[in-house]
């Protein structure tokens, strides 16, 4: 390992650890605030089986649940976001953007809206099922995107312009099934669409994790891929890459992420467009550093937003995705207006 390799490890170490540091303190934060105002040694006392009662409820059936499916959704959307970027050399390339969220919404509210009667939406058997429903609207979302791009040739402009049309031909899909709804569900699926964790509880926790804890490694694994691809499909086909199998793969791997992150968190846009592009100016263009730190910056910023969104307008909440959309918006016209 060369010295610039070096100081590259040593800078991704040190943001690594800062980002670390970060995601403790505003965890720990995020346990203190709330209608139920918790000081510091009480959440110290707490978590150490010392509080009372009303204190282990809400902090451990309520704001540990969120806390850490907040992180979960964040570090998915953004490595999600970054997969895609990578694969498609498109910085402007977002499951949010792109439809892939919507058509993963789509797919939830149809499995609600058929189901509601024989399945409650809060059962275990229904939110462990709502990732694998989630990956189906999305994989769907996709391959009509890149089968309605292909015809005229896969390009970075035209591939954000198909998915914009995409995305707003699943969103009033959305809106014809939410006037089928009855009054109370209309409300929740509308709050959940606009990007809210909602119903945070364990079962969402365990039923998230395992596609976190597999499939980002993966990721990480699948970097040199990513590497290669900027080089262009021609000098990846040319190393020995197997240039058509590695997206399909890489386009597997972000839509899982995308799709199970909106099962649990609602469609959150714009987290995938604009993380990837603060990492690369922090860490470089290798996603060997990219994914990774996407992954830890993801899981900050929404744990920020969730904590804004809970207690801005307490005890009203803000949801999640509006926040995020709020501080992303602007960025993203930024980006396209750079693009050309």
């Not at 059936?61 to 498609?88: E, H, K």
């Not at 910085?91 to 409650?120: M, R």
């Amino acid at each position: 390992m060369n010295e610039l390799e070096q100081l590259k490890w040593k800078r991704f170490w040190t943001i690594s650890g800062i980002l670390i540091v970060l995601m403790i303190g505003f965890a720990f934060l995020s346990l203190n605030m709330g209608v139920i105002s918790i000081s510091p040694k009480e959440v110290i006392q707490t978590l150490f089986q010392n509080g009372t009662d009303q204190q282990e409820l809400v902090l451990f059936n309520f704001r540990l649940p969120g806390i850490i499916l907040a992180l979960l959704i964040g570090a998915g959307l953004a490595v999600s976001g970054a997969i895609m970027q990578g694969f498609t050399q498109n910085g402007l390339a977002d499951p949010g953007i792109l439809g892939i969220n919507t058509g993963a919404g789509f797919a939830i509210v149809l499995f609600l809206f058929f189901f509601q009667g024989v399945i409650p939406s809060s059962s275990p058997l229904s939110i462990f099922a709502m990732p694998f429903v989630a990956l189906i609207g999305a994989l769907t979302a996709a391959a009509i995107i890149y089968a309605l791009a292909w015809k005229k040739g896969v390009t970075a402009i035209r591939l954000v312009l198909v998915g914009i049309g995409v995305n707003a031909a699943f969103s009033a899909l959305l809106t014809i099934m939410q006037l089928k709804m009855d009054p109370q569900n209309f409300r929740q699926v509308t709050i959940w669409l606009s990007g809210d964790i909602w119903n945070a509880n364990w079962n969402f926790v365990f039923a998230l994790l395992p596609w976190m804890l597999i499939l980002i490694p993966v990721a990480i694994k699948k970097s040199k891929s990513l590497n290669v691809f900027n080089l262009g499909d021609d000098v990846a086909s040319g190393l020995g890459v197997r240039v058509e199998k590695e997206r399909g793969l890489l386009l597997f791997i972000a839509v899982a992420l995308a799709g199970a992150s909106v099962a649990a968190g609602g469609a959150i846009a714009f987290l995938g467009l604009v993380v990837p592009h603060i990492v690369r100016k922090i860490v470089g263009p290798m996603h060997q550093f990219v994914i990774p730190i996407s992954a830890l910056l993801g899981a900050v910023l929404l744990m920020v937003a969730d904590i804004i969104g809970s207690n801005l307008l307490a005890p009203s909440t803000i949801p999640v995705g509006i926040v995020v959309s709020i501080v992303s918006t602007p960025y993203f016209i930024y980006l396209l207006m750079k693009t050309k």
